[in-house]
């Protein structure tokens, strides 16, 4: 009974403490190093975004205050958007500060509500690791980086896994299995993962995003099934993995913007000059949204391109169907409709194909 009073007495004083404030959520950042007199804030939930552009009061310090309560999440973006801090956001609302360097983001302290506070005492508890991985991120340490940078990733796996298995009860779990094990085409530690975690968080919204990133990409996963899809390309023609049977089936991903999607760097002249139609077909699935200028463009080019472009967002459905998550990116298909290889290097495409072509000759 004496802790029921206490909890409703805890709720009335709240709620008086709420009116007599304008806002919902008022964030307030003192960061040193923070090299831009503007910080940029994108309020989340669901599929809705909502940016702001905070301008700093001071070197390093700025205060965004919200009314409006139906976010979940806060990503501050700042150093000429090159660094970024998230912010969860208790429903409850209430007062959240940001302090720390802005030159070491993962480092930040975020105060204000469970999930942020458990968070930052994991942060401070990984900080050794944390900052020695952004130093050879950023090239300040470039002695043997990549073994250390695997070393110091089996670090914080290891010790992030420990903590959730500490408690799975707890949000913070949640953020940091979607932080560590979910860059990965392999979802078994994260399926594990997140067996291990109380049926109660189901509600949470970021359990429920992980449970639906993780069937993306067994849907896409080595020996997966290729997904169907039905588009048009830029002359018109309907194009579907039936127009392709009977061979193999390169679908890239690219966008005009990409420095690493040119054809040239992804090997693909070279493929297509080498195998004929009947044996391999490419289909470039660009995100560029002018198709009429994709034609001009390649009516140029003595290579017979099949593309679609991102008209009626046709390319940004198949990202989503293919769980592409950065370009440009590749898959080898089969005859079968199987997938052979996920790839962004242009080069294992060209070397997978001639072991495969050299097979189906009998050469080896």
């Known amino acids: 009974m004496r802790n029921k009073i206490a909890l409703l007495l805890g709720g009335i004083i709240y709620l008086f403490a709420s009116c007599g404030r304008d806002y919902m959520y008022r964030i307030e950042g003192e960061l ?10 994108v309020f989340e939930v669901d599929d809705y975004r909502l940016i702001d552009t905070v301008v700093c009061s001071k070197p390093g310090r700025f205060v965004i205050e919200k009314e409006d309560a139906d976010f979940n999440r806060l990503t501050l973006f700042f150093n ?14 209430g007062d ?6 802005a030159t ?3 480092l930040v302290q975020v105060k204000g509500g469970q999930t942020n506070n458990r968070l930052s005492a994991v ?7 944390l900052k020695e991985y952004t130093d050879l991120i950023n090239g300040q340490n470039t002695a043997d980086v990549t073994s250390r940078l695997i070393h110091i990733d089996l670090q914080l796996t290891e010790q992030v896994t420990a903590y959730v298995k500490e408690h799975p009860d707890e949000e913070a779990s949640v953020v940091l299995i979607d932080m560590f094990f979910t860059g990965q085409d392999d979802t ?3 399926d594990e993962l997140l067996a291990l975690l109380d049926p109660q968080l189901k509600s949470f919204y970021l359990m429920r995003d992980l449970e639906q990133r993780s069937a993306r990409a067994k849907r896409t996963a080595i020996g997966a099934e290729a997904p169907g899809f039905t588009v048009k390309n830029i002359y018109g023609h309907i194009i579907s993995p039936d127009s392709f049977a009977n061979k193999y089936l390169l679908l890239t991903f690219t966008a005009p913007w990409c420095d690493l999607c040119h054809t040239e760097d992804l090997y693909l002249d070279q493929i297509i000059a080498t195998y004929p139609k009947n044996k391999l ?22 290579v017979k391109w099949n593309v679609v472009a991102d008209s009626a967002g046709q390319v940004t459905m198949l990202l989503d169907l293919y769980n592409v998550r950065a370009l440009p990116l590749c898959f080898l298909i089969d005859e079968e409709r199987k997938i052979l290889l ?10 997978t194909l001639e072991k495969l072509m050299r097979g189906e000759d009998g050469s080896e």
């Open 342 to 351: 996920k790839t962004d290097n242009g080069l294992e495409v060209k070397r």
């Open 188 to 190: 078994r530690q994260l």
């Open 96 to 101: 959240i500060s940001l302090s720390g360097d």
């Open 80 to 93: 000429n958007r090159s660094a970024e801090v998230i912010v969860y956001l208790p429903p409850e609302g």
């Open 32 to 41: 040193d190093n923070l090299g831009d007199s503007v910080v940029y804030a």
């Open 123 to 129: 942060r401070k508890r990984l900080s050794p690791l």
């Open 281 to 302: 077909d490419v289909l470039l699935l660009s995100l560029d949204s002018q198709p009429a200028q994709v034609r001009e463009t390649l009516a140029k080019d003595p």
């Open 104 to 106: 070491y983001p993962l």
